[in-house]
Every structure is written in C-alpha cells, then in structure tokens.
C-alpha cells in the first residue's frame, strides 16, 4: 500500500499561532512553505520539531537559511511526532509564533558535558533580562520557559535544575530530544546552529493567556526494587536487591528477562518518590550483561517501586479537562510526550484513542527521551503548555 502523503498541510488557530508539518523528505520544499506561512502571519520566531529519519538538521538548517534568513528558531530530533492529526512518525513540525502576540528569545548551550552549571544559570538570567528590556513594563504579558535537552546527554536533570534557578519563577516545560528510539545521536537546532550534547532554552513572552501542566498514568505498589550496585555517569544500574538487574526487574514484574524490550519497560515502569510526589525513573534498554540503562538519573541506595499504570486514554483526558476548567477554553497544546507512553499506548491498544484525544484537543509537539517540568526531569510523562484564545486575554 502507498504510504499516504500529507505534502506541507497547515493549521492556524485561533491565538494566532500557525502548524505546518510534512512527511516529505525535503527540507526545502518545507522551509519554503515555513517562509510563506511565516509572512502570512507575520512569524518572528519557530520551533522545530523533526525525525532524523526524515530529514537531517544540517540540511534543514540551510534550507531555513536560504529561504527563511531572518526567522529565528530553535528545535531538537524527535521519537516521533504530535501533528494536527494526532501521533505520527517520520514528519517534521513547524510551530509559528507570531510578532504581534509572542516575544521571543532563545539561547543554544553546548557542551553540555563540560559546561558548569554556574554558567547556564547564568545564561538563563540573562536571557530573561534581555526579554525583560524588549518587553519593557507591559504588565500585559506573562512568561513561560521552554527547553529542548540531548536525550543521550546524561546530564538532563543538572541542566534542568541549572535553567530552574536562572529563571526566577518563570515556568519551564520541555522535552528531551529523541532519535526515533536508535539511541545513538539526537540533533539540537537553533539559528542555523545544530549540535549534539547541548540544549536549548527559549523564552516567550506573550498576553495569550496559558497554562503549564503534567500528566502520567502510573500508581505504585509495594513491590520495590533497591539499587545495589550502579554506573550513575551513564545511568547504568548493574544490581537490583544485590541480584543482577534485568533478572530481578523481570521477576518482579512476571516476564522472563530474556524476553525484555522497551515495550515492557514502558508497560512496566519503575518510580521513585521525592518529596511526597511519586516520578517515573524509566528505563531505557536492557543491556548484554543484564543491566539496565536509564533515561534518568540514578545511584546506589535509590528504592524503586514497581507502578501499576492506570487508563492513559481516561487520565489524559481528566488533565485536559482540567486545563480547559482552568484557562476557560483551550485554543492548543504544546505538548512533549514521552516515547515510553507511546510505546505503551500500541502494547495496550489504546494507540488511536489516545491519538484522536491528541488531535481532538489540537495537541503539536513531540515524543521524547525524557520530559522538564518546572525544576524536574521526568520520565514516562506528558507535559504541556495550554494556550487559550487571544479573545480571553483582551
């Protein structure tokens, strides 16, 4: 059967921001329908959201520089995608922020593995200050954070927590960028740079009125899981209860641990519980010599505890309902949902309900290798940004 093809479709909404997505492999055929869009609606900025598959960001980024100069953006690779039409994969996304609702600057930090924390603070403070001079005293406008960090990093909580402390109060969401779960190299972009191991911190301001929010699908039990012996550098746990890793997780879920995959690890996630509050510490791969590789943080002495997910469908739907309670009407979501949810999403065939839910609810985003919320990084979770229609905000 002939894969379908959407060509470059377009969706604006009503806060006036604009989604172009393709599943064409041609990085300048889409920043030339980026280009006409942006002039359309008179964009100052994008965020850009795309599987490696696809494309390749260097060819992107000089594709955007030919035909889009003076549009400033920033993006990262994908595990998939959050199209106007639900999950997809194998597709770009452009989001359009448009000049006359949305201020908007962006900073691209490499070298995440040697850089100090000190410094992205630092960063961060000034890039708030730098928006805080182009916006002046217009009391009219709030601030949200957004970042985009190398999913094969290592270092996403340190950075998350660096970029929390620089930002004084100003909500931070975001996503870990992902490579379509091959697990060798994520690209980061911003402004016509494009590098692995760094990340990507954009401020916006806008009087677009909106809400940031979370939501996973997991209760935990009393089956725990003590780290015994562990790589924290590479997120690597080699021992369970002084047992070897994969065999004592596979027990204690009831499979057989030659028989593990992601889809397991997805359908059996494992949480650890910080300050009363219960977050997914998802694992990644099994490993040839039974350990486990992680997509977050992890030391000796950490207790787990196996989760029992609940309804994805029923409690995505609660949270939407939620947000739409609290900001009076949802215009779109700007969503970074983690691959693990997707991959447990098709395990329990609830794949299409949860899509239609994504496209009813006019969810963009992307999936992700691990998800920012405020000063945390998450695993297994769907974190969002929530816009209202500009009406509401006059």
Known sequence: MRRRQ??????????????LTTD?????????????????????????????????????????????PSLAYAGCSTAGEITPQGLEEGHILALLLPSASFSTVSVMVENLSSSSMDSITGEVAALRRLLRERIGHDRSKQIFAL???????????????????????????????????????????????VASDSAVIVLVATEIPFHVFKTDNFIPTDEKLVVTASDPDHRIVREFNAANAAEEYATSVGILPQTLTPLSFASHPVVVKVGGEYYCRSIQRMLP??????????????????????NMVESTRTAFEDVEHKLGGID????????????????RQVFRDISELYRTNNVIGFGTYGEQYRSMHLNQTFTGIAFGERQAAE
């Open 147 to 193: 970042c985009f960090i190398d999913g094969l990093s290592y270092a996403e909580e340190a950075v998350t927590s660096a970029i929390h402390w620089g930002l004084d109060d100003v909500p931070l969401i975001g996503g870990s960028a992902g490579d379509d779960l091959k697990f060798e190299t994520t690209r980061l972009m911003a402004n016509g740079r």
């Open 332 to 347: 779109m979501i700007l969503g970074f949902d983690c691959v693990l949810r997707r991959l447990d999403a098709r395990n």
């Open 24 to 68: 064409e492999p041609d990085p300048n055929a889409f920043a030339r329908a980026i280009a006409a869009e942006a002039a359309i609606v008179d964009a100052g900025f994008a965020l850009l959201f795309f599987s490696q598959g696809l494309v390749d960001a260097a060819a992107l980024a000089q594709a955007l520089k030919a035909y889009a």
């Open 6 to 19: 959407l060509a470059s479709s377009s969706t604006r909404y009503a806060s006036g921001l604009s989604a």
């Open 289 to 310: 010599d039974g350990s486990l590789s992680f997509f977050c943080a992890i030391d000796d002495g950490i207790v787990l505890s196996i989760a029992q997910p609940k």
